[in-house]
């Protein structure tokens, strides 16, 4: 191989090793949404015990969703290092499309999952949003079908984290 195929060839390498990763990093938001099954749900609910966990059943089409997300994502900053989980889940046709690119864009910080099989049988799911908090044991604390102001779910997570 003469010396300018050599020099391309590396050059060729370079390139590659530096633009893949680039590559890799953009897709990874896309890589951590995944579906989650009921059972999968109610092993990380188990999982959390000892922490108050906030489940939050949305869609992207949703405006009320939409509205009160900025919420949990203040919430989560308040509370994330003081006991409390906060959970989102999808319920898009193509959420593998959409979601994605929705969490990035608003900025949400706490973990979101797609719905998968069960879900919305589990949670005799009947309305969007619908927002199960759970209590330090594991427990039903309450159920909110409709949007819910920031400041009312503050002051539950509040109460729940001093029982």
């Not at 939050?56 to 308040?78: M, V």
Request: aromatic share 12%.
């Amino acid at each position: 191989m003469n010396k300018q195929k050599w020099n391309y060839v590396c050059a060729v390498i370079v390139c590659m090793t530096i633009i893949f990763p680039v590559f890799k990093t953009s897709f990874a938001t896309t890589d951590a949404i995944k579906p989650v099954t009921a059972s999968e749900l109610t092993a990380i609910l188990e999982n959390n015990k000892g922490k108050v966990v906030v489940v939050d059943l949305w869609a992207t089409w949703c405006p009320p969703c939409r509205k009160e997300i900025p919420g949990f994502i203040n919430l989560y900053k308040k509370y994330k290092d003081s006991g409390v989980e906060i959970i989102g889940i999808a319920f898009d046709e193509n959420g593998s499309e959409v979601v994605p690119e929705f969490v990035k864009s608003i900025g949400i910080n706490y973990p979101v999952y797609l719905a998968g099989n069960g879900i919305d049988a589990s949670y005799d799911l009947r309305a969007y949003p619908t927002t199960i908090i759970y209590d330090k044991n594991g427990n039903v604390a309450s159920k909110h079908i409709g949007y819910v102001p920031e400041d009312a779910f503050d002051q539950e997570i509040a109460t729940l984290l001093k029982k």
